[in-house]
């Protein structure tokens, strides 16, 4: 085969990590789905990864690269290598940086992020259309559907453009239209982490709904990671009596959750027959493994001690120890401050507000969670070997804040989910 001949070739020479044969990996796991990739293929990957490895020069690419490729052959896949997010470069628990002082930069990397994912997935929609690609070919949707989904799609992305100022660069038109505009628009961020984009997809099978799946997911990571920092910001500003700056972070963070919400119509436009196919061989991988998720509940409120002690926290391990070790709280702080009559008056009120704005949006996110999974599963049990959408009934309305913050039902401002 002639992506085992390059392979082997780069092997025989100086395993250079700049000349290694990414795309033809990619091709082959792409060509197949990684389920189905043949073992003499995962067994010279595992040693182009020794080589690199035991030669101890930094090669971070193509360490995460073959990490990403080689989960099942290791008996350590799960959800994070699954959407392969550290070839997106998304903190995963104990990586996750303190929040920086001037993160400007880091929120327009993130939003420019989410904008290459969506535009991504819907320029692999728009090539599936016009035939111009065979990759995961079964289970094409119809015209109808690519249309809705291009859609959809640039409405996700919508409020990323606004945050980034460019509201209007997509213009009107048709949804293919705009969905092609979309990607010219994401296209020239030109940022040096392309390759990292394309090589972060790695579907377990042919199906051609997994592609969208897989971004959705990968988006939402990187939303919820940004929500963390804003959350870690909060905290730090609180401690330091700065009830605005905290207010504000709690402001961002509400209307980054928000925001997500669009992305939840574009997954359930998945057809359930092919979601059905493909989660076949996601065993092992559930949502109830993400990192960025329990870092933002955990950075609310110390979760109850059943929560910690439960599947949801040991599926986190690096999470649940730095909960274990004392991590610090928005509701912590909050009662802190005020308990210490540094935080009264109009500024007490003001973070009140926001906390509670913030918990309904979370709270609201939760729920539509739920129906949609709902939708896909049924009655069915998860993968990651979780209780499913029971599961998801079960926490669907923990408390994001103890349950004397302020009332986590208040009316959002920013307005309801989008159906």
């Known amino acids: 085969m002639w992506f085992v001949r390059e392979l082997t070739s780069w092997l025989s020479g100086a395993a250079a990590p700049d000349v290694f044969p990414y795309h033809s990996v990619l091709d082959e796991f792409q060509r197949v789905g990684k389920h189905f990739v043949e073992k003499n293929l995962l067994a010279l990957l595992d040693e182009a990864r020794s080589r690199v490895t035991g030669r101890g020069e930094p090669a971070p690419l193509l360490r995460d690269f073959l990490d990403a490729t080689l989960d099942k052959w290791d008996g350590r896949y799960d959800y994070r290598s699954y959407l392969a997010l550290r070839l997106l470069r998304l903190p995963c628990g104990a990586d996750h940086p303190p929040p920086a002082e001037d993160d400007t930069s880091a929120r327009r990397t993130r939003d420019q992020l989410v904008i290459r994912l969506v535009a991504d997935a819907l320029a692999f929609e728009l090539a599936a259309a016009a035939h111009t690609t065979d990759l995961l070919p079964l289970g094409r949707p119809g015209p109808e559907l690519v249309a809705k989904r291009c859609r959809l799609g640039v409405r996700a992305a919508s409020p990323a453009l606004a945050r980034l100022g460019l509201t209007g660069a997509v213009g009107a038109g048709d949804p293919a239209t705009v969905a092609t505009a979309l990607s010219v628009v994401a296209a020239d961020f030109g940022t040096a982490a392309d390759q990292s984009l394309r090589l972060s997809m790695l579907p ?122 004392g991590q610090p709280t928005v509701d912590e702080a909050y009662r802190s401050a005020v308990g210490g009559g540094r935080l009264a008056g109009a500024d007490r009120d003001l973070v009140a507000r926001r906390m509670g704005e913030f918990a309904a949006t979370l709270l609201r996110w939760r729920r539509t969670h739920h129906r949609v999974a709902v939708r896909m599963l049924g009655a069915r049990s998860g993968t990651g070997y979780t209780q499913g959408t029971p599961y998801l009934a079960a926490v669907r309305d923990v408390p994001v804040f103890s349950t004397n913050a302020p009332d986590p039902h208040l009316t959002d401002p920013t307005g309801g989910h989008p159906a």
Do not use: N, W
């Open 204 to 325: 377990v099978h042919v199906t051609h709904d997994e592609y969208l799946f897989i971004r959705v997911l990968q988006a939402y990571e990187c939303l919820f990671a940004g929500v963390a920092d804003e959350l870690g910001a909060a905290v730090a500003a609180l401690a330091v009596d700065a009830a605005r700056p905290a207010a504000a972070r709690l402001a961002y963070a509400r209307d980054l959750l928000g925001s997500a919400g669009p992305l939840f119509s574009l997954l359930a436009t998945m057809q359930r027959e092919s979601f059905q196919t493909f989660r076949q061989y996601t065993e092992g991988a559930s949502a109830i493994q993400s990192r960025s998720y329990k870092l933002v509940e955990s950075l609310c409120r110390t979760p109850d001690e059943g929560r910690l002690d439960s599947v949801a926290y040991r599926s986190v391990p690096e999470v649940l120890a730095r909960v274990r070790a």
